[in-house]
């Protein structure tokens, strides 16, 4: 199972970037997917996830200006960020709770990671 991140990049305080990360593999089917960051020198943190049955949980932090989605035929989940500042730059991670095909339960599935840079 591969999760691809895109979208990042470099965007000026204010402005917006979705970014997307796309699952493939040996999928029989996905629960939970989202996304999380990490910041130089810090941990890394909940952004938001979205079930199979489109139910959303953001960091509080978060709210209004992230909205998270997901393509279920797709297997792929997005984030649109808007308003963003500088203090959202980092590393944003992909994951899906993934069960692989012939197998029993779900197991999580990392991407490799994206970096979103907010600077003027």
């Known amino acids: 199972v591969q999760l691809v991140e895109s979208g990042g990049g470099l965007v000026q305080p204010g402005g917006s970037l979705r970014l997307s990360c796309a699952a493939s593999?040996?999928?029989?089917?996905?629960?939970?997917m989202g996304w999380y960051r990490q910041a130089p020198g810090k941990q890394r943190e909940l952004v938001a996830t979205?079930?199979?049955?489109?139910?959303?949980n953001y960091a509080d932090s978060l709210k209004g200006r992230f909205t998270i989605s997901r393509d279920n035929a797709k297997n792929t989940v997005y984030l649109q960020m808007n308003s963003l500042k500088p203090e959202d730059t980092a590393v944003y991670y992909c994951?899906?709770?993934?069960?692989?095909?012939?197998?029993?339960?779900?197991?999580?599935?990392w991407g490799q990671g994206t970096q979103v840079t907010v600077s003027s």
């Open positions: 979205i079930t199979s049955g489109g139910t959303t």
């Open positions: 994951y899906a709770d993934v069960r692989r095909l012939g197998r029993v339960g779900y197991a999580p599935y």
């Open positions: 593999g040996s999928i029989f089917s996905i629960n939970a």
